[in-house]
């Protein structure tokens, strides 16, 4: 994807240095993040430098390659299993990230240089299933279609492209008009901040409405259909996504809307039966307690929102039922969320 006029993946691997754009500056700030230990990737998982399912699941790839190297240069074998476990420590709820450290994991007990090579193949493949998410889902567009979506599953929340949103790129590419509600999504605004900024980028014309604006617009008929991300699926169809989303499909259903969710292979999770399995993150309650932007010189600045002393909780996902949703955009096809279907789909090629 293009970012002032130049073409940018959301992360990369060079000399042995994971580069990642730096999602906390958005859209305020545009930097590049060097991380050069896989310790300092993991922190960027863990601080959201890098966040969404298929951008974690790429870091925590590359961090396991490089922890291959780390291990090799200290003299130290035993490091290779203790970064595992910290890198799949980072962000519990986000299968990608496990998906991709066993894969890699796996390559390099053959040799690093297949370390390395896997996490840079995961990388690849994550841009292209997620051009032939975007091309199924298309179908599913009509020019002039007003499409909502929560939280940031874009080409940011990715190596690029994104899930959610890249039926709504390849929508404009292929000539359609497209019209995005973008859902704020509190605490951490990666609607109003990072998926605003992705849509301004590729020129698509959108607006940002608060978290609780949702059943309004989409009981004024001013939405046609809702798409988002996922960040793990259970093998019944259930979705753990960004919280706020249960919500979003309570309301559409009651409105007739229909509901996708868009998802690559390597986030669906066979081992998990059900929504009920799926280990929610909670994350520190600073997230809800303050927020922050720069002041009217630039200057970033931490502001408090809310009372303080009050006790806070900060889910960061929630379980949409597989009921709730009309279909899986994958990138073998659309689906409709149910055990048989998602076993079907791992036999195709
Ligand atoms: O906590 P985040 O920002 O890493 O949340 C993950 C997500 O981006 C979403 O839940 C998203 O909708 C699906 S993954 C691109």
């Known amino acids: 994807m293009h970012v002032y ?11 042995g240095e994971v580069h990642m754009i730096d ?30 399912a298929g951008a974690i699941g790429a870091a925590a790839g590359f961090a396991m390659a490089q922890a291959f190297t780390e ?12 970064a595992r476990k910290e890198i799949e420590s980072t962000r519990p709820t986000a299968q990608n990230l496990f998906f991709a450290t066993e894969r890699v994991y796996n390559a390099g007990k053959t040799s690093i240089e297949d370390a ?16 032939k998410i975007g091309e199924y889902g298309n179908e599913l567009i009509k020019s002039g279609c007003r499409i909502e979506t929560h939280c940031n599953a874009g080409w940011l929340g990715f ?29 951490r605004s990666q609607g109003a901040r990072l998926t605003a900024w992705e849509l301004k980028n590729e020129g698509i014309s ?19 259909m809702m798409i988002v991300g996922a960040d793990r699926v259970a093998a019944n169809g259930d979705v753990a996504n960004k919280i706020g989303t249960l919500e979003k499909a309570i309301v559409a259903k009651r409105y007739g809307i229909p509901f996708y969710v868009a998802v690559p292979l390597s986030t669906i999770d066979l081992s998990c039966e059900s929504g009920s399995q799926i280990v929610i993150e909670e994350r520190d309650e600073s997230e809800v307690l303050f927020q922050e932007g720069p002041d009217d010189t630039g ?11 009050s006790e806070i909780l900060n889910p960061a996902f929630d379980v949409t039922p597989a009921d709730l949703i009309t279909g899986l955009i994958t990138s073998r096809g659309i689906i409709e969320p149910n055990i048989k279907n998602i076993a079907k789909l791992f036999q195709l090629k």
């Open 23 to 52: 999602q906390t500056l958005l859209p305020f700030q545009f930097r590049i993040f060097i991380a050069k230990t896989y310790e300092e990737t993991c922190q960027a998982i863990i601080n959201m430098i890098t966040r969404g």
């Open 299 to 309: 200057q970033m600045k931490r502001i408090w929102v809310c009372n303080p002393g």
């Open 71 to 82: 291990a090799h240069i200290r003299g130290n074998n035993n490091l290779i299993d203790i």
């Open 206 to 224: 959108h607006v940002i409405i608060p978290d609780n604006a949702g059943a309004h617009y989409m009981s004024q008929g001013m939405v046609d």
């Open 116 to 131: 390395l090579k896997e996490a840079q193949k995961l990388a690849d493949e994550n841009i292209e299933e997620a051009r």
């Open 5 to 15: 006029g130049k073409h940018y993946r959301t992360i990369w691997f060079e000399n």
């Open 159 to 187: 190596v690029d492209y994104g899930s959610a949103l890249a039926p709504i790129y390849l929508a404009k590419e292929s000539g359609k008009k497209v019209h995005v509600f973008v859902d704020e999504t509190r605490p």
